[in-house]
């Protein structure tokens, strides 16, 4: 079973900083492709980030030059370093990694090409 755990989410004002880090465990190769993604209330689920199995990372326009996406497979942890945090940064930020296959496609940010989830971790910038 595969279990992926978000944290590092808080309150934050304008301007800050905030590191997410996604812990998983089971069956899952942080080798392939993950992403983050972003829910606000109702709203459709949006990726934010991703990172391909060659070390290649990919951003959603909104957040680039302000978001880092990495990992470190040896600890089997995901990471989101945001920086310059604007109030439509917030929302519950959620990890998601695939099952197969291992590249990241041009359908990065959509929510069904990812098999596992987190439960997510909530971002507030005011």
């Known amino acids: 079973q595969v279990q992926l755990v978000e944290s590092g989410g808080g309150a934050v004002q304008a301007g800050g900083s905030l590191r997410l880090s996604c812990e998983a465990s089971g069956y899952i190769n942080m080798e392939y492709c993950m992403g983050w993604f972003r829910q606000v209330s109702d709203m459709e689920r949006e990726g934010v980030a991703a990172?391909?199995?060659?070390?290649?990372?990919r951003y959603v326009e909104g957040v680039k030059g302000r978001f880092t996406i990495s990992k470190d497979s040896a600890k089997t942890t995901l990471y989101l370093q945001m920086n310059s945090l604007k109030p439509e940064d917030s929302g519950m930020y959620y990890c998601a990694g695939v099952r197969w296959p291992p590249r990241c496609g041009g359908r990065w940010a959509q929510r069904d090409e990812y098999n596992y989830w987190g439960r997510g971790t909530q971002v507030t910038v005011s």
């Open positions: 990172i391909d199995s060659d070390g290649s990372t």
